[in-house]
């Protein structure tokens, strides 16, 4: 369009100096030979205007094209036109800056995604209007979510209790969330500017391993002094007793009163010795040996210790593999500590439940998610309670030392297993393991 308004104003120029003179090329022919003269300058002149404009707007019009297509590696060629040539100078430089900064940006991006994925804290990240855009795995795994079940929505609208306790976390503050089989998380919700605006998100960490490890460290040193002390302590007594047995009276009734006493004393000897023992297990879990270990099989045979209680306590199994096998990488031995403790307490439960309901044990496989859940009849389990079942030395039993579930803890996380003990809203307690 441009050339066509540049040609026409150029004819227009020439032929009205040639239409002025041609009338008088008769009487002024000298005139008229100037006229063709000044015609034959400008027509030149305009074209050597043309290309002087032409071809910057040319380049310019290119450069345009390329940055419409988003192009920063194509350059413009350098000319003899100094106009043109100091044009593709300035565009070259421009674009070289560009090139740079996009391909800086787009390495920060790429190592901040792999860092977010990567990181073993959980990660969730919030749109403007507080909606879920972004969730490394770690979150989705501490969770227990799928990405496509929160992406787009807000934490308070996702049917996950763990989620909506985030909803209400201060900005910039950190506070420790407690779930659902010992599990423990740090919380912190802070924000970052994002193309002039702040956006939040949530940081989530494990805090559990972190407190485990201290935990250990604590009241592991003082085990092994107790255990120590009164062992040395119980097998001297025992030895002095047994040396005190040699001098017992004849005299038939003194006598049975006299060894019946010291029997006593070795009882409550021995007995403490296997109190501490079992306290000092805590601390002396062996590493885990993998092998391939049928799961089912090796539930069916913890039963079997059980079988005289559960009898007794007319208790119901109800087991969903009895037609296949469970394998998994395991250690036997440790494993079927667990379930030991695991159908130890079940059958407990069922014996104290308040209730006069169905007595039953559900022991359900889930092949897909790879989940184990042990489900038992007995009385619902307070939620104050819930949150410190797997706290050593913690017991909501009258008697209990609150050794079996750190112990079970500690064997699950040695197997890199996930866990929790709850209670639905059906009633009564649920073991869950997820392989």
């Known amino acids: 369009m441009?050339?066509?308004?540049?040609?026409?104003?150029?004819?227009?120029?020439?032929?009205?100096?040639?239409?002025?003179?041609?009338?008088?090329?008769?009487?002024?022919?000298?005139?008229?030979?100037?006229?063709?003269?000044?015609?034959?300058?400008?027509?030149?002149w305009h074209l050597r205007l043309w290309y002087f404009f032409h071809r910057p707007l040319k380049e310019l019009n290119n450069a345009l094209n390329l940055l419409k297509h988003n192009d920063f590696q194509s350059r413009l060629i350098t000319s003899p036109h100094p106009v043109v040539n100091k044009l593709v100078v300035v565009y070259n430089k421009i674009m070289e800056r560009l090139q740079q900064e996009r391909v800086k940006q787009q390495e920060q991006r790429y190592f901040l995604e792999h860092l977010i994925n990567a990181s073993p804290n959980g990660i969730v990240v919030l749109d403007y209007d507080g909606n879920v855009l972004q969730v490394n795995p770690s979150a989705l795994q501490m969770t227990e979510s799928k990405l496509e079940e929160l992406k787009g929505k807000a934490l308070g609208e996702i049917k996950n209790d763990f989620l909506k306790k985030l909803v209400s976390i201060p900005l910039d503050e950190v506070i420790e969330i407690?779930?659902?089989?010992?599990?423990?998380?740090?919380?912190?919700?802070?924000?970052?500017i994002f193309k002039g605006f702040p956006q939040q998100f949530l940081i989530i960490q494990d805090s559990l391993a972190l407190d485990m490890k201290k935990e250990k460290q604590a009241y592991s040193?003082?085990?092994?002094?107790?255990?120590?002390?009164?062992?040395?302590?119980?097998?001297?007594?025992?030895?002095?007793?047994?040396?005190?047995?040699?001098?017992?009276?004849?005299?038939?009734?003194?006598?049975?009163?006299?060894?019946?006493?010291?029997?006593?004393?070795?009882?409550?000897?021995?007995?403490?010795?296997?109190?501490?023992k079992a306290f000092a297990s805590v601390v002396k879990i062996p590493d885990v040996d993998l092998k391939e270990v049928d799961l089912g099989k090796l539930i069916d045979q913890v039963l079997l210790l059980f079988a005289q209680n559960i009898d007794e306590a007319d208790i119901q199994i109800v087991k969903s593999y009895q037609n296949y096998k469970i394998p998994v990488l395991a250690d036997r031995m440790l494993l079927e500590q667990v379930f030991i403790?695991?159908?130890?307490?079940?059958?407990?439960?069922?014996?104290?439940a308040s209730e006069d309901g169905g007595k039953l044990i559900n022991v359900s496989w889930n092949p897909k998610k790879k989940t184990l859940e042990v489900w038992n009849s007995g009385n619902k389990i307070p939620r104050e309670i819930e949150e410190q079942l797997f706290t050593p030395f913690f017991s909501s039993k009258a008697n209990g030392?609150?050794?079996?579930?750190?112990?079970?803890?500690?064997?699950?996380?040695?197997?890199?297993w996930d866990y929790k003990l709850y209670s639905p809203e059906k009633g009564g307690a649920i073991f869950e393991i997820k392989i």
């Open 341 to 352: 403790n695991i159908f130890k307490n079940a059958v407990e439960a069922i014996q104290e």
């Open 221 to 276: 040193k003082v085990i092994r002094m107790m255990s120590h002390e009164v062992n040395n302590t119980v097998g001297a007594v025992n030895s002095y007793l047994d040396t005190l047995k040699i001098f017992a009276p004849e005299e038939d009734e003194v006598k049975d009163d006299y060894l019946e006493a010291i029997d006593v004393v070795q009882g409550r000897n021995t007995a403490m010795a296997d109190f501490m």
């Open 401 to 416: 030392q609150g050794i079996g579930l750190t112990i079970c803890r500690d064997i699950l996380m040695k197997h890199h």
């Open 2 to 44: 441009l050339r066509l308004e540049y040609i026409f104003l150029t004819l227009l120029i020439v032929g009205t100096l040639l239409g002025i003179t041609f009338p008088l090329r008769l009487e002024h022919p000298h005139l008229f030979i100037i006229a063709e003269v000044v015609s034959v300058i400008v027509l030149f």
């Open 178 to 192: 407690n779930l659902s089989g010992g599990r423990r998380y740090r919380c912190q919700k802070t924000s970052f």
